[in-house]
């Protein structure tokens, strides 16, 4: 007889094979030989070593993590890699102290629920980004009814990533099958859980120890893992899905850690006298004296240089605020941090555009996935002419924020960059903050105009009626609620114009607000009605279906833009009224998306004519600003879509403090500056890629690093900033009674 050593690596070989001979064996072939060797597998199973346990969740969750980053498109090999690795052997620790605590019999039914959450995560992750673009952060869940509005494209994305869904789920399958006994669940002993949680801690902090390695830079896996005003995504190329929602999560319950508010100098300085950055800080030194610039510092008239009789009013677009005295009598330190912050911010200045528009009727539109390759002169003259007719912005970027439509959304009407990790609109009307910048509100307060506002789709989508009214705009009419839309996916922007412009075009003022929903995904001409609407306008053009179909439900926004412009003209109002179109991103659902046939195709590309590069021209977008009779100009400056409302206060004469807004008057001489999610950044001088590292330099100015450097703690802050506005309501502690 052979003797098989105890613990030898040969005992897991022999017991696999074991595992299927028993199972196949049936006790009535022979009683004597099933019994022989069940006693025999359990004595192996006895003396089978612990780290099997611990080797099974540390190679089901790294599975699951390289399985995911192939699904979702991020990249395979990478410095993200390695904290897969750190943080999979800590969370298999871990685990298998949850499990070691149980019965064995119990600790099986705790191993497969343990699994059966890391299935789900990364199945429904993977569907989510699918379908929106992006993955869904833990506050997302609660809204996971409005989400099924789109079950159409959800169940197609499930269809198409049902591979690997499967993948995901061959570790449950594992347990529930006979294979499950390769893995030792022992009785409990309180050594074992003990020793597998002290492991897992102690992986856990040298896993963090790692993190210091990349340095601890503005962009660095340290700041990902510690600073709450990244997204989600930013998180999950350099940490994994699993760590990434667990920081998430952290943020959520814990408020977002955007607490104990630190100020460090935003300009230049040496190493030695800059502080160390926690969470949350804003990088600024509150005891510099006045910048040049500020309202101390100013001319406030000069002479239009191509109308020597025209005096330009060139004071500060500031309003009259006693930060003095809100600092000296502020209790709380963050908020009193914020004022100081402020108070030593330098604000733009009015010029020859302030109040071109002053006393015209306004209508805003957030178009649904608009993007410039849907204009074109021969199919869409109207949206044509409202760009070449109007202002013309040349290098207007359109970023994707976290939680797609909605932060979109956010940016065009709040000015504020979204706050990671939540629905940031949703948010103040669930608090029931001042939104005092808002367009609606400014002229809820000027007194004398309609303020109305309409969605084509449900109206309590994304709580849209609980943040539109707090946005001013009383009169909020959606589908379900005074707006009776045929119930077609997506519903019509043209019969919204249709239903809507009749309500107020007779009013002698009126600021209207839309959200269009016409040319959302699926990108197709069997679930977008009104792609199959206007399949025949595009049928002779040299694309793909899923570029077709894109350009001809996109097509509905042109008749609808068509009707608005020829009721203002039959009203009379042409000529008096300013219309400023954008969309909420970029048409996700054409880039690289699952709910298209082929997961790799990339349509942004097709329209575009050439491979589009990724870190910034995916966003480069349209922003329309028109009115009939203007004198057309082009605007060359790089702007985005945070930088509306302060344009838009501008041009319409409203009185607005330039200093509480993240973005700035595009007609101002300040320095440009666009903002992305993942902090890369363009000014008049740079483009910064903060996924490579790389610095573009796009002037012949000298650029030193420290310039470099500058910039990027000024987009930390505004983050920062942007987040604290929200969370302490902040305008209602400045302009509140």
């Known amino acids: 007889m052979m003797v098989r050593p105890s613990g030898s690596p040969s005992i897991l070989i022999l017991h696999f094979f074991d595992i299927f001979e028993v199972t196949l064996m049936s006790p009535s072939r022979s009683n004597r030989t099933y019994h022989a060797m069940t006693s025999q597998r359990k004595q192996r199973k006895k003396h089978q070593p612990l780290w099997t346990l611990p080797l ?46 149980c019965p064995p019999k119990w600790g099986r039914v705790a191993a497969i629920l343990l699994v059966t959450v890391s299935l789900l995560l990364f199945g429904a992750q993977a569907v989510y980004q699918g379908v929106f673009g992006r993955f869904f952060v833990f506050s997302s869940i609660g809204g996971a009814g409005q989400v099924a509005e789109f079950w159409k494209v959800t169940l197609k994305t499930i269809w198409n990533e049902l591979f690997y869904i499967i993948l ?20 409990f002993y309180w050594k074992r859980p ?3 949680g002290a492991a897992g801690i102690v992986m856990h902090l040298f896993a963090l120890l790692c993190l210091l390695f990349g340095g601890t830079d503005i962009g660095s896996v340290h700041e990902l893992f510690y600073e709450p005003t990244y997204v989600l995504d930013e998180r999950v190329g350099a940490l994994g899905m699993h760590q990434g929602f667990v920081r998430d999560i952290r943020y959520f319950v814990f408020d977002s850690g955007s607490n104990d508010l630190e100020l ?25 004296p006045i910048i040049p610039g500020s309202p101390e510092d100013l001319s406030t008239q ?91 912005f040349t290098n207007y970027y359109c970023p994707l924020w976290g939680v797609s439509t909605i932060d979109g959304e956010y940016a065009n009407n709040v000015g504020l960059l979204p706050k990671s990790g939540t629905w940031s609109y949703r948010d103040w009307g669930r608090n029931n903050g001042n939104l005092y910048f808002c367009l609606g509100n400014q002229y809820n307060r000027l007194g004398g105009y309609r303020v109305m506002a309409f969605h084509n789709h449900t109206y309590t989508y994304y709580t849209r009626d609980v943040y539109l009214p707090l946005s001013g705009y009383k009169e909020y009419y959606g589908k379900g609620n005074g707006l009776d ?56 053009t040299p694309y793909s279906e899923e570029a077709r179909a894109y350009l001809a439900c996109n097509y509905e926004l042109e008749l609808a833009m068509t009707y608005l412009l020829d009721s203002l003209e039959a009203a009379g109002k042409a000529e008096n009224t300013l219309i400023v179109l954008s969309p909420d991103h970029y048409p996700y659902g054409l880039y690289k998306s699952k ?69 700035r008057d595009i007609f101002s001489d300040s320095e440009p500056l666009v903002i992305f999610l993942n902090r890369s950044f363009i000014t008049d001088k740079v483009r910064y890629n ?3 590292k790389e610095v573009e330099f796009t002037s012949d100015d000298v650029v030193t690093e420290e310039y470099v450097d500058r910039i990027k703690k000024v987009v930390k802050n505004k983050f920062t900033i942007s987040t604290n506005i929200l969370d302490y309501d902040y305008y209602d502690k400045v302009f509140g009674n």
């Not at 922003?623 to 409302?645: A, F, H, N």
Request: charged share 25%.
């Open 690 to 692: 903060a996924k490579t």
């Open 194 to 196: 003990a020793f597998f």
């Open 56 to 101: 099974f969740f540390f190679a089901s969750y790294v599975f699951g993590e390289l399985v995911f980053r192939i699904d979702v498109g991020i990249g395979f090999f990478g410095f993200g890699i390695w904290f897969i690795l750190l943080f999979g052997a800590s969370a298999a620790l871990l685990s298998s102290a949850i499990v070691s605590l």
């Open 595 to 663: 709910e298209n046939k082929d997961p790799d195709a990339d349509y942004v590309s097709e329209l575009l004519g050439h491979k589009v590069e990724e870190n910034f021209e995916l966003y480069k977008s349209v922003l329309i600003m028109y009115s009939k009779g203007m004198t057309p100009e082009t605007v060359d400056k790089p702007c985005y879509s945070i930088d509306i409302l302060p344009t838009v206060s501008n041009l319409m004469g409203l009185e607005y403090d330039s200093r509480l807004l993240m973005g």
């Open 302 to 392: 000069v002479t239009d240089p191509n109308n020597p009789e025209t005096i330009i009013d060139r004071s500060p677009n500031v309003m009259d605020i006693d930060f003095e005295t809100l600092i000296a009598t502020e209790e709380d330190e963050d908020v009193r941090a914020m004022h100081e912050y402020f108070s030593t911010q330098e604000p733009t200045l009015k010029n020859e555009y302030t109040g071109r528009f002053e006393g015209y009727n306004l209508i805003h539109i957030t178009a649904e996935g608009f993007a410039p390759y849907a204009i074109d002169p021969e199919y869409t003259p109207t949206l044509y002419k409202m760009v070449h007719e109007g202002f013309d």
């Open 485 to 540: 839309v045929v119930g077609y996916w997506p519903e019509s922007d043209l019969e919204m114009m249709e239903k809507s412009v009749p309500m107020y075009i007779d009013e002698e003022h009126f600021v209207i607000d839309y959200m269009t929903v016409s040319g959302h995904l699926q990108y197709n001409f069997n679930g977008n009605y009104q792609a199959y609407k206007h399949k025949e306008v595009f049928a002779d």
């Open 264 to 288: 460090e100098l935003e300009g230049e300085h040496s190493e030695e006298s800059t502080p160390s950055v926690g969470e949350g800080q804003i990088l600024f030194n509150a005891e510099d």
């Open 168 to 187: 995901y789920a061959l570790p449950v399958i594992f347990l529930l099958s006979p294979l499950h006994r390769l893995i030792r669940f022992p009785a």
